[in-house]
Nanobody, 125 residues
Framework: QVQLVESGGGSVQAGGSLRLSCAASGDTYLRKCMGWFRQAPGKEREGVAAIYIGLSTYYSDSVKGRFTISQDNAKNTVYLQMNSLKPEDTAMYYC???????????????????WGQGTQVTVSS
């Protein structure tokens, strides 16, 4: 089993930055791929970024160049550094884990087995 706990959300003005954290525990074998997803009201949950074994990283086009995913294995924590935030980044952000990431499927939410409770990010204009 894997447990995930997100933190770091909050309210920020457009152009600002936030860093989300996802503290993971449990079987490391089951969480080699760690992803960040977000869901805005009335919209589907979408993949934002993912990291595989702390090496390969993947990003959605909407955040590429602004967000950075990273991993600290010693702390069992995955981070999402969000810069140049826009109002359209407003959403509940979720951390998720699964066995492996691939370039064609890292964003598929149905393939992730474990989810955190989410942390809210609100960006005002």
């Amino acid at each position: 089993q894997v447990q995930l706990v997100e933190s770091g959300g909050g309210s920020v003005q457009a152009g600002g930055s936030l860093r989300l954290s996802c503290a993971a525990s449990g079987d490391t074998y089951l969480r080699k791929c760690m992803g960040w997803f977000r869901q805005a009201p009335g919209k589907e949950r979408e993949g934002v970024a993912a990291i595989y074994i702390g090496l390969s990283t993947y990003y959605s086009d909407s955040v590429k160049g602004r967000f950075t995913i990273s991993q600290d294995n010693a702390k069992n924590t995955v981070y999402l550094q969000m810069n140049s935030l826009k109002p359209e980044d407003t959403a509940m952000y979720y951390c998720a884990a699964k066995y492996a990431c691939y370039s064609g499927s890292w964003h598929k939410r149905n393939e992730y087995n474990y989810w955190g409770q989410g942390t809210q990010v609100t960006v005002s204009s």
